[in-house]
């Protein structure tokens, strides 16, 4: 079952622009997170937030989270052709330490 | 640096034969994912294994099975390989804490085809 949704599917930009994805989810939760994945590899961990955080840095990434909303956005400023990839927001379940629900993913490119 | 390696990044098989994906992590992680990925669909959980030889259901596990034998190595075996099981295999691995959910590391992934 997907808890999360990111939005919008596909984002096209210059490089240099920055990119700006939303995740929605259902139900409460203790964290969110966000992956990378270039084409046809794995994914890589960007970033963690918890839900008593309302913004977090991480280079050129910034996240916030809003939980009345049941919302959360990744910016990535400054983009460069190597950001190109999906990006996956990921929340854990309700009861359950384990495991995270992943969304279908925005799929950004970074035109030269 | 952690490491997850998969077995293979790309395999053929025919249906109706038996295939196993190998997962191996070294940095000690108690938690292990097996996850599909298709198009539109995202990452579904198949099985996660919390400790040698445990295991538990994801949201997709039928026509699947899971081993566990040391805490690095996790398999993931298709009985029966059928042409709807064709897709891309991600393991990951993480760890467990008193401040609950961390990030998982994940594999290069597995692109099986079943003809």
């Known amino acids: 079952s997907q808890q999360g949704e990111e939005d919008p599917q596909a984002l096209s930009i210059q490089e240099g622009e920055n990119a700006t994805m939303n995740c929605s989810y259902k139900?409460?939760?203790?964290?969110l997170q966000w992956y990378r994945q270039n084409s046809g590899r794995g994914l890589v961990h960007l970033i963690l937030i918890r839900s008593n955080e309302r913004e977090k840095h991480s280079g050129r990434l910034r996240v916030t989270l809003d939980t009345s909303k049941k919302s959360s956005s990744l910016l990535i400023t400054a983009s460069r052709a190597a950001d190109t990839a999906s990006y996956f927001c990921?929340?854990?379940?309700?009861?359950?330490?384990?495991?995270?629900?992943f969304g279908a993913g925005t799929t950004v490119t970074v035109r030269a | 640096d952690v490491k997850v390696t998969q077995s293979s990044r790309y395999l053929v098989k025919r249906t109706g034969e038996k295939v196993f994906l190998e997962c191996v992590q070294d940095m000690d992680h108690e938690n292990m994912f097996w996850y599909r990925q298709d198009p539109g669909l995202g990452l579904r959980l198949i099985y996660f294994?919390?400790?040698?030889?445990?295991?538990e259901k994801g949201d997709i596990p039928e026509g699947y099975s899971v081993s566990r034998e040391k805490k690095e190595r996790f398999s993931l075996i298709l009985e029966s390989a059928s042409t709807n099981q064709t897709s891309m295999y991600l393991c990951?691995?993480?760890?467990?804490?008193?401040?609950?959910?961390?990030?998982?590391?994940f594999g290069p992934g597995t692109r099986l085809t079943v003809t």
């Open positions: 139900t409460s939760i203790n964290n």
């Open positions: 294994s919390y400790d040698v030889k445990m295991k």
């Open positions: 990951a691995s993480s760890r467990i804490g008193g401040l609950g959910i961390y990030e998982q590391y």
């Open positions: 990921a929340t854990d379940l309700p009861l359950n330490d384990y495991k995270l629900s």
